[in-house]
């Protein structure tokens, strides 16, 4: 059996975590928030970021403006809102759960 399957699994459901965690700081337009995906290893296509970008936004938990740009069409802002950042301090605080067990089940099948 590959690994190649549960892999990408293990990507897909981080993505939301990844995406909402590089909002939490300052806004970031689509583009670049695609490049800094990829930059991780997190490749996402349009068709799995857009959909989730609206899911987010009509859950309150994101926002978004537009802004001219001087290099070519209007560049789209994502940002949190006050929600957005309960959100991820929620999911930030289950991550650490998860990784704390998931490294102790390693390292206990080590022994």
């Known amino acids: 059996m590959e690994a190649k399957n ?31 995906l990829k930059a991780a290893n997190l490749i996402v ?7 989730l970008l609206n899911r987010l936004q009509k859950a309150e938990l994101l926002q978004y403006r537009w802004e001219e740009s001087e290099s070519g069409p209007p560049r789209k802002y994502y940002s949190l809102t006050e929600a957005g950042l309960t959100y991820r301090q929620s999911l930030d605080e289950a991550w650490q759960g998860i990784t704390d067990s998931v ?6 099948s080590k022994q």
């Open 45 to 51: 296509t349009d068709g799995t970021l857009y959909p």
């Open 103 to 108: 490294e102790s089940i390693r390292k206990g």
């Open 6 to 36: 549960t892999i990408t699994q293990m990507r897909r459901g981080i993505l939301e975590f990844c995406i909402v965690s590089l909002l939490a700081d300052h806004e970031i337009y689509t583009a670049e928030l695609i490049n800094r």
